[in-house]
């Protein structure tokens, strides 16, 4: 299989706190790779460094086969690298429909552009095609800020299809939302991968992760300390002492 992203021994400190020690990864094409380990263990700053909002102290990152170490995000993303947050990024006072049209606009004034209804009626289709895809057609035309949070994260899934990218990395697309939303977005992820889509998931849900996921990387203290199938995870010493470990210096610090 294709390695489309590579991380390799990046580490990345802020002030005394280092929150990535020599961690590599690969991701293969076409594949649902799972990211996990306890609270701080360094996963969403890996996130930050390959999708260019943290600057790493040392290491590599390549996609597809290109060095993108130390680029700017809107560089990543051109390449066809999306990502979505743990807390989502949407805009609460455009509606929904505004939100992904929004996504289209490529220019510095594409809020104005968009205040303005100067969306083609290609990106108009395509906006309601991709809401229609995560279930929020309805809510098109409603503000953005009344939605639940589950619906918030279908909406950032939905904005960041718009430019079609081949990796999608996804911060915690499980957490604080009711099952039945959970159980829509784990359906559009594996619809998404049938077609193509390989996928990097940050998640705390194991059931969540093991369920959906071909290989699971785990981080401890800023390192990726085993990958494998979730089977093997599972069976990990290293997995548990990880977890375990955790509990018990939160015990000691109270």
Not at 83 to 92: G, W
Not at 110 to 118: D, F, I, K, M
Not at 139 to 146: D, F, K, M, R, Y
Request: include cysteine; charge should be negative.
């Amino acid at each position: 299989m294709t390695e489309l992203l590579v991380v390799d021994g990046v580490s990345k400190a802020f002030g005394g706190v280092q929150a990535l020690s020599g961690c590599s990864l690969t991701l293969s094409e076409g594949s649902i790779g799972g990211l996990i380990g306890p609270n701080g263990s360094g996963k969403t700053t890996l996130f930050n460094v390959i999708t260019g909002y943290v600057r790493a102290d040392s290491g590599q990152v390549s996609f597809k086969g290109k060095q993108v170490t130390g680029a700017k995000p809107d560089q990543i993303f051109g390449l066809g690298l999306g990502r979505t947050f743990q807390l989502t990024r949407i805009f609460s006072r455009l509606t929904v429909l505004e939100n992904m049209l929004v996504a289209t606009q490529q220019q510095e004034s594409w809020l104005r552009s968009v205040a303005r209804g100067s969306a083609s009626a290609a990106e108009h289709e395509r906006a309601m095609e991709l809401l229609a895809f995560v279930g929020l057609t309805r809510l098109a035309e409603s503000q953005a800020g009344i939605l639940s949070y589950g619906q918030r994260k279908l909406l950032e899934l939905a904005y960041v299809l718009i430019s079609d990218p081949a990796v999608i990395l996804l911060d915690e697309p499980a957490g604080g939302i009711n099952p039945t939303l959970i159980e829509e977005i784990r359906s559009r992820i594996i619809e998404l991968n049938k077609s193509g889509t390989t996928f990097l998931i940050v998640e705390h849900n194991m059931e969540f992760v093991m369920g959906l996921c071909d290989k699971v990387t785990v981080m401890d203290m800023g390192c990726a300390i085993v990958s494998g199938p979730p089977a093997e995870i599972r069976a990990d010493a290293r997995v548990l002492d990880a977890y375990l470990g955790s509990v018990e210096e939160a015990d000691d610090d109270a």
